[in-house]
């Protein structure tokens, strides 16, 4: 055709896939950058302690003899009342950190797409049902759903995951259900409806991922949250099982030696509050990242 | 002629029943469409043109929407009977349409190709891969590079989307293409290309197509058969010949006194009066009663049928006024 020149030009567009295109724009993000090295360097710690630690001598096995001491070459982060290595301990409970907030947040956001997309797409009735449900649980606060769901099921690593899902799946939902609802009514929604395409495939290939930025900042957002609360329900006493290190009861742990050994407890804060930080970072390079809109 | 028919519309009756009204939008039309064949379906927003559209779909959002009456046979099976799995397997095989707005009837997250692609591959049942293939050519037939598959809506011109948008409705070879005012969101220089190429691709695919506008101008270029649609009725229906030299009814002849004339620019453009009556609350007798200047007493006592006009085969009108055998339109009578 007489156009192909002026529509038809592109020998100096690169071409790339999303996810080279995505990458691109997200290691231009100093902050993402940060977030996500910190990240790698604590999935890192998270595999690799098994091989560095000995689970029942560094990270529980108790040693009276040198019990709070404070940081020094020997024991980089000191040691707590029980004489164990606070550094083993911290680098050991990443696993666990890590392990609840991704399992808990990936849980919820499988159940939360689901009722969200049902809700937001069919509306009327269905929406009403899914969305007051929901709503009484998000009016209760998390921790005390998770206390009582802990409580019910007993105390163990999966039924902590199970209880931190639950206020995960309410606030997926909501998100899904208003951008599905913003999304349905788009003409390329009616269009591949006029194409023939299935409903069930217009929702995941073509309603989904157009929600998929605001889902992907929830889910660093969560995660971090959700480490915050599995923490919090450790420092309570009903969350992980005692000897296990993780983070939360580390700090609880250090609660009576604020004075004294106050390294016990500001090490696992900020161990928890740097987590939180990069996965926060990462979730906004992310979504600057993945807006097609943004891409120039 | 008749075993040729792509679509035929028959009494169809589409209300929208809402809370507070019953919104009549079409009110008993009949369509035929021939195979090769284009039929612009032309009236003011509101007359109802998109319901009708989308009926052939069977895609009316249900609720409120009611089809209340009428068969729609497309190739001869009846849509309306059809089943949901069935009907999928017709929308964009057999029958495919191209919405009002390129910027928007993209999805901006999936590459052109992967777009076009989609119904190939749901259609004919072929990997991914040769779907992205064909989804190529279809791009090359539009007249758009194929490197281009790779990217990305927001990488596209409005007439280039608008082409896109073409391209996925051609990807199957449907029998009847639907466009639903193609070319509104394109400026002029890009709708005559967009229009051009359009044609030249029904005469290739041989296919038959419903172009839906209120553009006189685009009919014009476009069509062979015209229908007038006001208030949810076809009021005037013919070749384009028949409507745009011969016209009959006087809304027609209203549309065409509110367009310019290139040869009398002088002259003052005469807009019909009034507003269109509103579809929940529809005047008794002929819509265009209280907006018509020939109305008479007997236009609101009962709705006029679509009658042929005399001496031609193609020509039909729906006016009261042309029982009176001495009638004729003001614009017939100057001469054009």
């Known amino acids: ?296 | 002629m008749a075993e040729d028919l792509v679509l035929d519309i028959k009494d169809l009756v589409v209300h929208y029943e809402t809370e507070d009204a019953d919104v009549c939008a079409v009110n008993g039309i009949d369509i035929q469409i021939s195979k090769k064949r284009t039929l612009g379906l032309v009236g003011e927003t509101g007359a109802g043109k998109t319901t009708t559209a989308l009926s052939i779909l069977n895609l009316i959002p249900n609720p409120p929407g009611v089809i209340k009456n009428g068969s729609i046979h497309l190739d001869g099976k009846d849509i309306l009977k059809m089943s949901q799995e069935d009907l999928q397997k017709v929308r964009g095989n057999d029958v495919a349409m191209i919405f009002q707005d390129p910027m928007t009837a993209l999805n901006p997250v999936m590459t052109v190709g992967e777009q076009i692609g989609e119904s190939i591959m749901l259609h004919q049942n072929i990997s991914k891969q040769e779907a992205f293939e064909k989804a190529k050519e279809m791009l090359k037939m539009v007249g758009i590079a194929e490197s281009r598959a790779y990217d990305y809506p927001h990488q596209f011109s409005g007439g280039m989307k608008q082409r896109v948008v073409i391209a996925i409705a051609l990807a199957c070879s449907p029998q009847l293409l639907i466009a639903d005012e193609p070319t509104t969101a394109l400026d002029v220089t890009i709708q005559a290309q967009v229009l051009e190429l359009m044609k030249q691709l029904i005469q290739e695919k041989e296919m038959a197509m419903l172009l839906i506008t209120h553009d006189l101008g685009v009919v014009a270029e476009v069509c062979e058969d015209v229908a007038v649609m006001y208030a949810g009725r076809i009021v005037e229906k013919g070749t384009a010949d028949d409507v745009f030299n011969h016209m009959r009814h006087p809304y027609t002849e209203g549309l065409f006194d509110s367009l310019p004339n290139l040869k009398q620019r002088g002259e003052q453009l005469v807009p019909i009066r009034g507003l269109m009556p509103d579809p929940s609350d529809l005047p008794p007798g002929c819509s265009f009663a209280p907006r018509c200047p020939y109305a008479t007493e007997a236009c609101t006592k009962s709705i006029p049928p679509l009658k042929s006009v005399e001496g031609s085969k193609t020509h039909f009108v729906a006016c009261t006024a042309y029982e009176n055998p001495d009638f004729s339109l003001r614009r017939n009578e100057n001469g054009k």
């Open chain 1, 1 to 296: 055709m007489a156009q192909t020149n002026s529509t038809g030009n592109t020998k100096h567009v690169k071409k790339r896939t999303m996810l080279q295109e995505t990458w691109r724009h997200l290691i231009r993000n100093r902050g993402a950058v940060l977030g996500m090295l910190f990240l790698l360097f604590l999935v890192g710690a998270a595999l690799f302690s098994p091989l560095i630690f000995d689970y029942e001598k560094d990270v529980i096995g108790q040693n009276m003899q040198d019990r709070l001491m404070a940081p020094c070459a020997a024991h980089w982060f000191g040691t707590d009342e029980f004489g164990r290595d606070l550094f083993a301990r911290v680098i050991y409970g990443a696993r666990y950190s890590l392990i609840i907030g991704v399992g808990s947040v990936f849980l919820g956001l499988i159940v939360g797409t689901i009722l969200g997309s049902q809700a937001g797409f069919r509306g009327g009735v269905v929406d009403s049902i899914i969305m007051r449900g929901i709503d009484i649980f998000y009016s209760i606060p998390n921790i005390m759903t998770a206390v009582v769901i802990v409580s019910l099921l007993g105390t163990s690593t999966v039924n902590l995951m199970i209880a931190l899902a639950f206020s995960c799946a309410s606030s997926f939902a909501r998100i899904v259900r208003a951008s599905v609802m913003t999304i349905r009514d788009q003409e390329y929604v009616e269009s591949s409806y006029a194409m023939g395409l299935p409903t069930w495939k217009i929702i995941v290939k073509h309603i989904l991922p157009n929600c998929l930025s605001p889902i992907i900042v929830q889910i660093t957002l969560l995660i971090g949250t959700t480490i915050i609360s599995a923490s919090s329900l450790s420092f309570l006493g009903i969350g992980v099982p005692a000897p296990a290190p993780e983070w939360g009861a580390l700090l609880s742990a250090g609660r009576g030696h604020i004075r004294d050994a106050s390294y016990m407890c500001i090490i696992p804060g900020l161990a928890i509050m740097m987590t939180v930080l990069a996965l926060n970072l990462l979730g906004d390079g992310l979504r600057d990242a993945l807006d097609p809109k943004l891409k120039k």
